[in-house]
Structures are given as structure tokens and as C-alpha cells.
């Protein structure tokens, strides 16, 4: 398994705006030149990257010591009705796993499907036992990226924070996927360090100090109605209180990855990084 970072390492998912090609080769070179720290590779729409590509991302990446990680695709849905599909599913989030450890990336972020005509609690077995068929190969072919089940902003999609706590504490080998404007938005709420600091503790007491020392996390402005996530807006455009989030972050000591969705992208995640060592500064300024 890939060892996580011992601080927190700042990046943007896809190709950085100021990039001037399509390319994740490229996007390597544009994130270098920013002082970011991490990328993540985007599969969302399907596993178009050659195995070549993926070699010589896996080497320049460890040249230029950036943090990978890599999303499988939207389509994935582990709790479709068809059980063909859902095989398909199951092959797809496989492939993806094949690929991301091809290219270097230290974790796959995927989302698990949606509710369609099932409780939540039918969706919660079927898709814990998808996982676990999914997971058994994991092993067997010793992968070493670390599978990341996100939390979701949609009420119609699987992935509460309940629900991806519960999965990760009963199937060894998944861990969560924090994504902070998604949870802001499915529940109209947890937007103040109170609520940031209480969501990292039920982290913490579900799967132990490790998930804090190892975390992945997604962030992004929201917005949202009553049925949850419309779309991502940039920081400075939302109402989610990303100050008071990393001071959380920092006080509960998380470290890893955090990765910007922004549609401003590298702009949100450089104003994220500042803040961040910043804030670690004035704590150490504090201390001596």
C-alpha cells in the first residue's frame, strides 16, 4: 500500500485551468509550476488512458514528488436492478483499480450508485456485497491503491456519511472519501467548526486515528436545495465556512490529500494551502 503524506498536501482534480493542453502528462508539468502538491486523475467518463500513458505518469509523478489519486466513472451504479449491470459495475471499479495503480495514484475515488426502487438498507446490503466480491480480487491481485467510496450530495445517491462510515468499519480494504461540500449539502447543514470538528470525531470512532492520519478529501463551494447538490461553485462564492473547516482539520491533526473541485480549480486550492500553513504558523508562533 502506498503510505499516505504526514501533513496535508494540497491539489486539484483534472487538468488545472492554466494548463494549455488536455493532458494529464501535462497537467504534472502546469501543477509543478503552481506549488500543488496533488492530483487527481479524472476516469469520470470512462477508462480512455493507455497503459503507457499511465507508466510514464507514475514516473513523472514520482519525479516531481506529487501525490497521486484518480476517480473512477460516474456510471458506476453497484445497486443496479440488472444484475448484469451491476457485474459490469463491479468490472468497471476493477479496471479502474488496474489503471490507477498503473499510473501510481495512492487512492481511487468512486461513487456507489443510487437508491432506484430499494430502502436504503436493501441498497446498503447489495452494495456491501458487491464491494466485498470486488475487494476479494483486490487481494488476490494485490493492488496496492487504496479503494475510497465517497460521501454524496445527492439524497437519491448512496453515500451518507453514516452510510460510508458503516460500509469502510465492515469491509476491510474500503476507506471513505470525505467530501465536505457534498455532506454540507445533502443535509443543509454541517457548516460551522462545531459541526466540521464533530463529522472528523464520528470518523475518528468509527475507523480509528488511521482514517484521520490517512484521509482523502474532496472540497469544493456548493450549492444546493432541498433534494442536495445542484453543482460546485468556487469557495468565495458559496456559503460553506472553509476557514472554520481547516481549522478543524488542523486541530483534530488530519493529514493527506485534500483535493480542490472548484471550478477555479488551482486558484481555490493555492488560497486553501496559504490559509493552511498560515494558520499552522500562527500556531507554532503561539506555542514558542
Sequence with gaps: MIPAPDRLLFGVAGIPNLCPEDSSLKALDCLISTGLEALELEFVHGLNMSRETASRIKHKASRYQIQLSAH????????????????????????????????????????????????????????????KEVLSIVRSEKITTRLRIETMGKKKQFGSLEEVLSLCRELEGLWPCLDFA???????????????????????????????????????????????????????????????????????????TIICESPSLEADALRLKQLYHNLKQSEVSARS
Design 72 to 131: 473512477a466513472p460516474y456510471f458506476i451504479n453497484l445497486n443496479a436492478e440488472d444484475r448484469g449491470k451491476k457485474i459490469q459495475s463491479q468490472d468497471l471499479l476493477l479496471n479502474s483499480l488496474r489503471l490507477a495503480s498503473a499510473a501510481g495514484a495512492a487512492d481511487l475515488v468512486f461513487h456507489a450508485g443510487y437508491y432506484g426502487k430499494k430502502t436504503p438498507e436493501e441498497a446498503f446490503r447489495q452494495i456491501k456485497d458487491s464491494l
Design 182 to 256: 457534498h455532506i454540507f449539502a445533502r443535509e443543509g447543514r454541517v457548516n460551522s467548526y462545531r459541526d466540521f470538528l464533530q463529522v472528523l470525531k464520528k470518523v475518528e470512532k468509527k475507523l480509528g486515528t488511521q482514517a484521520l492520519k490517512n484521509s482523502h478529501i474532496h472540497i469544493s463551494g456548493v450549492k444546493y436545495n432541498q433534494i442536495g447538490e445542484i453543482k460546485h461553485l468556487n469557495l468565495d462564492e458559496s456559503a460553506f465556512r472553509y476557514d472554520e473547516w481547516l481549522q478543524a482539520l488542523s486541530d483534530a491533526g488530519v493529514t493527506g
